[in-house]
């Protein structure tokens, strides 16, 4: 597929992340995640992106985990897309903001029964005792919500990364990579574009 010459850093990731929806055999939609704590500590882990679009990237997680933790103490981070297969990577810096309600209900929704059970489960990233822990709390939540409505727990939501930084690196030959950046303007209204040495 061609690239338009100027198009937006969005337009531009849609279009690799439909790429990589047909040629990455492993999770086309994973993304690494980098955060900050509020006493500076960085931490690091994949996660699944479930919208993309100009707003920004979307994924959902518990807000009592580390991750939920470190964005509401420092709203910064990063993301990387990288597709092995396609030799391509995307990364995107910028500031998180969390999706609104509906967003967050009409997703959980859409989930698999099991899931939506897993989420009041889970106590994301705290110590358990054991795996016998956990599948008490899964009987426990099937048990209560039999075949009824499973509700989204208020401590499970969405985080919306709102990009001011954008590069997309595309493998060449000798290592002489193509690398193209695109930088938010001081007015918050448009894209520098540059490239960089490899």
């Not at 709390?137 to 709102?162: H, N």
Request: aromatic share 14%.
């Amino acid at each position: 597929m061609q690239e338009a010459p100027f198009q937006t850093p969005f337009k531009l990731a849609q279009q690799w992340l439909a790429e990589a929806e047909d040629g990455e055999v492993n999770d086309p939609t994973a993304m690494s995640l980098a955060t900050v704590s509020a006493d500076g500590a960085p931490s690091l882990r994949m996660v699944l992106l479930k919208a993309c679009d100009e707003r920004g990237f979307t994924f959902y997680t518990n807000f009592e985990s580390r991750k939920g933790t470190d964005l509401q103490e420092n709203p910064n981070a990063a993301l990387l897309f990288h597709w092995k297969s396609l030799r391509r990577q995307i990364r995107v810096e910028g500031r998180v903001e969390i999706v609104t309600d509906a967003e967050a209900d009409a997703y959980f929704a859409s989930r698999p029964r099991t899931a939506r059970i897993g989420a009041w489960a889970s106590k994301q990233s705290r110590p358990m005792e054991g795996r016998f822990e956990f599948e008490a709390e899964i009987a426990r939540y099937t048990t209560k919500f039999g075949a009824g409505d499973i509700p989204r727990p208020d401590v499970w939501s969405g985080f919306r990364l709102v990009p001011k930084y954008f590069e997309f690196w595309r493998d060449r030959k000798f290592r002489l990579h193509e690398r193209k950046i695109y930088k938010l303007n001081d007015l918050g209204q448009g894209w520098d574009i540059e490239e960089i040495y490899p």
